[in-house]
C-alpha cells in the first residue's frame, strides 16, 4: 500500500507562486508514474501534470503549459508541483496520485491518491 500526502498549499495572490509537495510512504514510488490532479468546487476533478517514474517525461494540461513544473526527488519519495504565475482559476483542491505502468494524464489510470491540499488565488 502506498500512503500519499499533500502539502504547500495555501492562499497566493494573482501572479504569486506556490510550491507543492507530496510525500509517499508505505513503500517506494521510486518506480511509479505520478500525477497532480485538481478539482475546483462545483466542477469534476481534472488533470493537472504528470512525470515519469525517472522523471525524465513530463506531461502538462493546457492551461498550466508554461507556468506549472512537476519534479520528483525518488531518493526522499516526494513528487513537486511549482505553481507560478497563478489565477484566480487555478483555485482548487489539489491532489496528487500515483500509477502503475506507464505515464497518464487519465484520471482513472491512476490507483492511489492523497487527501489533497487546498490552494486559493485571490485577484
Known amino acids: 500500500q502506498v500512503q500519499l500526502v499533500e502539502s504547500g498549499g495555501g492562499l497566493a495572490q494573482a501572479g504569486g507562486s506556490l510550491r507543492l509537495s507530496c510525500a509517499a510512504s508505505g513503500r517506494t514510488v521510486s518506480w511509479n508514474p505520478m500525477g497532480w490532479f485538481r478539482q475546483a468546487p462545483g466542477k469534476e476533478r481534472e488533470f493537472v501534470a504528470a512525470?515519469?517514474?525517472?522523471?525524465?517525461?513530463?506531461d502538462y494540461a493546457e492551461s498550466v503549459k508554461g507556468r506549472f513544473t512537476i519534479s520528483r526527488d525518488n531518493a526522499k519519495n516526494t513528487v513537486y508541483l511549482e505553481m507560478n504565475s497563478l489565477k484566480p482559476e487555478d483555485t482548487a483542491v489539489y491532489y496528487c496520485?500515483?500509477?502503475?505502468?506507464?505515464?497518464?494524464?487519465?484520471?482513472?489510470?491512476?490507483?492511489?491518491w492523497g487527501q489533497g491540499t487546498q490552494v486559493t488565488v485571490s485577484s
Open positions: 496520485a500515483a500509477k502503475y505502468g506507464t505515464m497518464s494524464s487519465a484520471l482513472r489510470d491512476y490507483e492511489y
Open positions: 512525470i515519469s517514474w525517472a522523471g525524465i517525461s513530463t
